[in-house]
């Protein structure tokens, strides 16, 4: 029995086979568009392996272009009906360095 996941797994060949050969100008052209604005954030949505392949470029864009960058989860709230929850799981991540109190 074939998952969702195996199944996107299976499609990045073609799909990157696709955007090579129909879509490098259009590539190049909104990468020649971003870099001349001044972006301070980027929120990547993206499902699947597709989500693995944004986390991947997130960090490359914090190292990189020293840009905030969020992940959004859209496929835990359309595919999988399972959005996050969204009480704090670990005060520690949420204190002050100035205080050390809870914010």
Do not use: C
């Given at each position: 029995?074939?998952s969702?996941?195996?199944?996107?797994?299976?499609?990045?060949p073609?799909?990157?086979r696709?955007?090579?050969?129909?879509?490098?100008?259009?590539?190049?052209?909104?990468?020649?568009?971003?870099?001349?604005?001044?972006?301070?954030?980027?929120v990547?949505?993206?499902?699947?392996?597709?989500?693995?392949?944004?986390?991947?470029?997130?960090?490359?864009?914090?190292?990189?272009?020293?840009?905030?960058v969020?992940?959004?989860?859209?496929?835990?709230?359309?595919?999988?009906?399972?959005?996050?929850?969204?009480?704090?799981?670990?005060?520690?991540?949420?204190?002050?360095?100035?205080?050390?109190?809870?914010?």
């Amino acid at each position: 029995m074939s998952s969702l996941l195996h199944s996107e797994i299976l499609e990045q060949p073609t799909v990157i086979r696709r955007l090579l050969d129909f879509e490098t100008e259009r590539v190049a052209e909104i990468g020649a568009s971003l870099s001349r604005q001044n972006i301070r954030y980027v929120v990547i949505a993206a499902r699947g392996t597709s989500d693995n392949a944004g986390a991947i470029r997130a960090i490359r864009l914090w190292r990189t272009e020293r840009l905030t960058v969020a992940l959004a989860t859209p496929s835990l709230f359309s595919v999988y009906q399972q959005p996050p929850g969204w009480k704090a799981r670990s005060s520690s991540a949420f204190r002050s360095r100035a205080n050390r109190r809870t914010l």
